[in-house]
């Protein structure tokens, strides 16, 4: 799509940057000193503070190139948080059961990627193609099924009842936060951005 580009974040550029999910809340306090919480967000959305990773002169200029190269915010990119980038456990590789995506009911024949369950289920728009395993009810499926814009699309519908799972690593589709770079250079040469942030896409487009 015009409007996202299928090219990762330099990884190189990863140690060092701080961020994760936000919540948008509405809180009136009342006279009374008791409050009213709203939320207008369905699920948490993630930020990142990339600007503070930099730490020469060489990976400013990278970060420039790609800033430049997606035209600041307007096209969307790739991003491999440092902090959540697979449906298993830390420090164990995605198996076909780690995840439930749902339950056969003998003529479903797609079910969409998710990390979590129940309200905190979030969707996986951008998994890493390679590393999608599927099972149905305990049994790994390797064939009769293929990745369809984030989901798993079967051939053939699981029988009713049949439990779908699966595991994998992913990106997070991304945008720059703001339109302008502020670089800086230190009195050593060392290169940094003021402040330079991302912000999670909920769809792509």
Same mark, same amino acid.
């Given at each position: 799509?015009? +409007?996202?580009?299928?090219?990762?974040?330099?990884? @190189?550029? =990863?140690?060092? /940057?701080?961020?994760?999910?936000?919540?948008r809340?509405? *809180?009136?306090e009342?006279?009374?000193?008791? @409050? %009213?919480?709203?939320?207008?967000?369905?699920?948490?959305?993630? !930020?990142?503070?990339?600007?503070?990773?930099?730490?020469? %002169?060489?990976?400013?200029?990278?970060?420039?190139?790609?800033?430049?190269?997606?035209?600041?915010?307007?096209?969307?990119?790739?991003?491999?948080d440092?902090?959540?980038?697979?449906?298993?456990?830390?420090?164990?590789?995605p198996?076909?059961?780690?995840?439930?995506? +749902?339950?056969?009911?003998?003529?479903?024949?797609?079910?969409?990627l998710l990390?979590?369950?129940?309200?905190?289920?979030?969707? /996986?728009?951008?998994?890493?193609?390679?590393?999608?395993? $599927?099972?149905? #009810?305990?049994?790994? !499926?390797?064939?009769?099924?293929?990745?369809?814009a984030? +989901? $798993?699309?079967?051939?053939?519908?699981? =029988?009713? +009842?049949?439990?779908?799972?699966?595991?994998?690593?992913?990106? $997070?589709?991304?945008?720059? @936060?703001? #339109?302008?770079?502020?670089?800086? *250079?230190?009195?050593?040469? =060392?290169? !940094? $951005?003021?402040?330079?942030?991302l912000?999670e896409? %909920?769809e *792509?487009?």
């Amino acid at each position: 799509m015009r +409007g996202f580009h299928y090219v990762s974040f330099p990884a @190189e550029l =990863a140690p060092g /940057i701080r961020g994760g999910p936000e919540f948008r809340t509405q *809180i009136t306090e009342l006279a009374s000193g008791h @409050e %009213l919480r709203n939320s207008p967000w369905a699920g948490s959305r993630r !930020r990142w503070e990339v600007g503070t990773a930099l730490r020469d %002169l060489a990976e400013l200029r990278v970060l420039m190139a790609f800033f430049e190269a997606r035209r600041g915010p307007l096209h969307g990119f790739l991003f491999r948080d440092p902090f959540d980038h697979s449906s298993a456990a830390p420090g164990q590789r995605p198996g076909p059961d780690d995840v439930r995506l +749902g339950t056969g009911d003998g003529t479903r024949t797609r079910f969409a990627l998710l990390k979590g369950e129940g309200v905190s289920a979030r969707p /996986i728009l951008t998994p890493v193609a390679a590393s999608v395993q $599927v099972s149905v #009810d305990g049994q790994p !499926r390797r064939q009769g099924w293929t990745l369809a814009a984030g +989901g $798993v699309q079967f051939e053939r519908p699981p =029988a009713a +009842g049949a439990e779908v799972r699966a595991g994998f690593l992913f990106d $997070v589709p991304v945008r720059f @936060e703001q #339109d302008r770079l502020d670089g800086l *250079i230190d009195a050593f040469g =060392a290169g !940094r $951005v003021v402040s330079l942030g991302l912000v999670e896409l %909920l769809e *792509i487009s």
